[in-house]
Nanobody, 130 residues
Framework: QVQLVESGGGSVQAGGSLTLSCAAS????????MGWFRQAPGKEREGIAF?????????????GYADSVKGRFTISQDGAKNTLYLQMNSLKPEDTAIYYC??????????????????WGQGTQVTVSS
């Protein structure tokens, strides 16, 4: 069965950076929509970054971001390692949440932001202190 395993979470001060990784098994990351979501205590889950490959290299991708992270977070993938990444810069206390990676089963012709995701990782905690 498909497994997504996140890593890289931790505690950091405001203004700092973290890189999250999501290693996939029994799933080829370059074929379909993938995304990063987060859920803060008492809040609904929020989709923050999405990616899909349209070419033959890791650079031929289309990405999308929530307004709350645009310009600060970068989603990327490494096909050879079958791993999804989320580079997070200029972190703010409001970025504190559990971060999840997710993958869609099968092709999707619409925007990855609107896709229904079938596979989820277990989550990794990110805590940003002021």
């Amino acid at each position: 069965q498909v497994q997504l395993v996140e890593s890289g979470g931790g505690s950091v001060q405001a203004g700092g950076s973290l890189t999250l990784s999501c290693a996939a098994s029994r799933y080829t990351i370059s074929r379909n929509c993938m995304g990063w979501f987060r859920q803060a205590p008492g809040k609904e889950r929020e989709g923050i970054a999405f990616i899909i490959r349209y070419g033959t290299t890791d650079y031929a991708v289309s990405t999308g971001y929530a307004d709350s992270v645009k310009g600060r977070f970068t989603i990327s993938q490494d096909g050879a390692k079958n791993t999804l990444y989320l580079q997070m810069n200029s972190l703010k206390p409001e970025d504190t949440a559990i971060y999840y990676c997710a993958a869609k089963a099968g092709r999707y012709s619409g925007s990855c932001q609107n896709a229904e995701y079938n596979y989820w990782g277990q989550g990794t905690q990110v805590t940003v202190s002021s």
